[in-house]
């Protein structure tokens, strides 16, 4: 029991200890949004709205098995 408890904890804080470093790696490029921000923009727009037919698309046959 208290070896699984210790896993439990171990794999807890090896979660939080990923998130931190992800997190100080999106910090470390927030700067950069300022000089690079055409390229941003650029790629916002490709993942919202140039993305949108193939959204229609897999809504419209999700609909249509839903539907069946």
């Known amino acids: 029991m208290i070896s699984r408890l210790g896993r439990l904890i171990i794999g807890f804080v090896r979660e939080i200890g990923q998130i931190t470093l992800l997190m100080g790696k999106i910090l470390k490029y927030?700067?950069?949004?300022?000089?690079?921000?055409?390229?941003?923009?650029?790629?916002?727009?490709?993942?919202?709205?140039?993305?949108?037919?193939?959204?229609?698309?897999?809504?419209?046959?999700?609909?249509?098995?839903?539907?069946?």
């Open 30 to 68: 927030v700067p950069r949004i300022g000089k690079d921000r055409s390229l941003v923009l650029e790629q916002m727009s490709i993942v919202g709205s140039d993305s949108l037919p193939l959204v229609v698309l897999i809504g419209s046959f999700t609909g249509a098995i839903a539907a069946l």
